[in-house]
């Protein structure tokens, strides 16, 4: 069965400081993709990023980078240097296409509070 | 480039009514999902709708239901609301099609049933 684990509910750090939000995975599926979500007090969630079950290449997108760990079932996020505008609460998601019966599962999400 | 809009932004109903929200998705955008995000349960995959066909649900009972028209728009319909349905329902939509594609979502409808 499908389950995300982001044990961290809530986080808080000051500005500038570099943050971890962990999140852990279960699937039996060899193939599958996990994903990213940034929501702001606005509510609209913003996708960060796409990771396919095959690609296990850590990524860096400016302050942002992706640590993939298959044999820990782990998808890590770090912000670096982070700012007051990364408050947020932050989701990971696993997806899986069984014959084309697709399923998504999102984790309870980790509020960041960046404090100034 | 228009992001994914939803309506109405509040929407305040009596249990036992019905409620209908609606989505627009991105243009070009084919399939679109629908979201419950209920307090201390966080989001919960409802529904899932490409080229006018409902392509798969989640675990909600059948008295959440909806439809995808010909532009790709789509509409959320609960009926016989219950006081637990109150939740930020989010539509998303994708280039691809299925969930195993980066979603783009709306700002949601919160939905409050009294």
């Known amino acids: 069965a499908q389950k995300v684990t982001q044990a961290q509910t809530e986080i808080s750090v000051v500005e500038k400081e570099d943050v971890t939000l962990d999140c852990v995975y279960e699937t039996r599926d060899t193939t599958y993709y996990l994903f990213w979500y940034k929501q702001p007090p606005s509510g609209e969630l913003v996708f960060l990023i796409r990771?396919?079950?095959?690609?296990?290449q850590n990524e860096i997108s400016g302050r942002y980078s992706w640590n993939f760990q298959k044999s820990t079932s782990s998808f890590n996020f770090t912000i670096t240097a982070s700012q007051v505008v990364d408050s947020a609460v932050y989701f990971c998601?696993?997806?899986?296409?069984?014959?084309?019966?697709?399923?998504?599962?999102f984790g309870k999400g980790t509020r960041l509070h960046i404090l100034p | 480039e228009a992001g994914v809009t939803q309506s109405p932004t509040h929407l305040i109903k009596t249990r036992g009514q019905q409620a209908t929200l609606r989505c627009s998705p991105i243009s070009g955008h084919t399939s679109v999902y629908w979201y419950q995000q209920a307090l201390g349960l966080g989001l919960q995959f409802l529904l899932w709708?490409?080229?006018?066909?409902?392509?798969n649900r989640g675990n909600f009972p059948p008295r959440f239901s909806g439809r995808q028209f010909p532009n790709y728009s789509s509409e959320l319909n609960v009926n016989a609301l219950e006081l637990e349905d109150s939740a930020l329902y989010l539509c998303a939509s994708s280039l691809g099609q299925g969930m195993v594609y980066e979603q783009y979502f709306g700002p949601g409808t919160r939905l409050t049933v009294t």
């Open positions: 998601a696993l997806s899986e296409a069984v014959n084309r019966d697709d399923k998504i599962i």
């Open positions: 709708y490409d080229e006018g066909e409902e392509r």
């Open positions: 990771r396919n079950s095959f690609d296990e």
